[in-house]
T-cell receptor, first 112, second 113 residues
Framework: AQKVTQAQTEISVVEKEDVTLDCVYE???????LFWYKQPPSGELVFLIR??????QNEISGRYSWNFQKSTSSFNFTITASQVVDSAVYFC?????????FGAGTTVTVRA | DTGVSQNPRHKITKRGQNVTFRCDPI?????LYWYRQTLGQGPEFLTY????????KSRLLSDRFSAERPKGSFSTLEIQRTEQGDSAMYLC???????????FGSGTRLTVV
C-alpha cells in the first residue's frame, strides 16, 4: 500500500517569505514517482513538479525547489519569495504507474 | 486543445436522484481517470480507462457508480440513487500511456441535499 503524509495542515506567511512544505511517503515499490500539485480556489489541480525514485538530485525551477531524500522517504517543497498568488492548497502525491495517492494537502495563505 | 474539460462545474441534486458527469480529455491522451475529493482531503482514485477499456475500479466505487468511455474519447460518470455522502468534487484527468503525470480538469462539484 502507498501512503503520503503531509503533517502541516495550514501555513500562513507574509509575502516574500519562503515557504517549505513537508511530505513523507511510504511505498514498497523500488520504482515510483513523486509529485507536487497546487489547487487554487478554482479547483483545478495544477502540476508543479515530478521526480522519479532514481533521481535524488535536488533542483530549483524558478521560485520552486525541492528536497528529495530516499533515506528518510521525504519529498519537501519550497516556494521562495512567496507571492499572494501562491495562496492555494498544495498536495504531495506518489505513484508507481498510473494511480496517484495524494496526501491530505497543506493550505498556504500568503498575506500581502 | 484547451485541456481537460468537465461538465457541469456544479450540480445540486436531491437525495435519491441520478446524476451524470462528463469529461472530455486531451484528445491525444489514451488514458482517462476519475478521482473523488471530499472537503479537506486529497483526491482519491476511483477508476481509469485505457482507450475504451476500464482497467481498474477502486473499492470506493460502489455499485451505484458506473463509468464509461465509449470509443475511447469522452467519459461519463453516473451515480444512481445519490446519497449525501456522495457530495464531493469529482475530478477527471488524462494522460499518455507510460505515466508521465496527469492533466486534471477543473472538476464537478456535487452537492446532494
Amino acid at each position: 500500500a502507498q501512503k503520503v503524509t503531509q503533517a502541516q495542515t495550514e501555513i500562513s506567511v507574509v509575502e516574500k517569505e519562503d515557504v517549505t512544505l513537508d511530505c513523507v511517503y511510504e511505498t514498497r515499490d523500488t520504482t515510483y514517482y513523486l509529485f507536487w500539485y497546487k489547487q487554487p480556489p478554482s479547483g483545478e489541480l495544477v502540476f508543479l513538479i515530478r521526480r522519479n525514485s532514481f533521481d535524488e538530485q535536488n533542483e530549483i525551477s524558478g521560485r520552486y525547489s525541492w528536497n528529495f531524500q530516499k533515506s528518510t522517504s521525504s519529498f519537501n517543497f519550497t516556494i521562495t519569495a512567496s507571492q499572494v498568488v501562491d495562496s492555494a492548497v498544495y498536495f504531495c502525491a506518489l505513484s508507481n504507474d498510473y494511480k496517484l495517492s495524494f496526501g491530505a494537502g497543506t493550505t498556504v495563505t500568503v498575506r500581502a | 486543445d484547451t485541456g481537460v474539460s468537465q461538465n457541469p462545474r456544479h450540480k445540486i441534486t436531491k437525495r435519491g436522484q441520478n446524476v451524470t458527469f462528463r469529461c472530455d480529455p486531451i484528445s491525444e491522451h489514451n488514458r482517462l481517470y476519475w478521482y473523488r475529493q471530499t472537503l479537506g482531503q486529497g483526491p482519491e482514485f476511483l477508476t481509469y480507462f485505457q482507450n475504451e477499456a476500464q482497467l481498474e475500479k477502486s473499492r470506493l466505487l460502489s455499485d451505484r457508480f458506473s463509468a464509461e468511455r465509449p470509443k475511447g474519447s469522452f467519459s461519463t460518470l453516473e451515480i444512481q440513487r445519490t446519497e449525501q455522502g456522495d457530495s464531493a468534487m469529482y475530478l477527471c484527468a488524462s494522460s499518455f500511456e507510460g505515466f508521465n503525470g496527469y492533466t486534471f480538469g477543473s472538476g464537478t462539484r456535487l452537492t446532494v441535499v
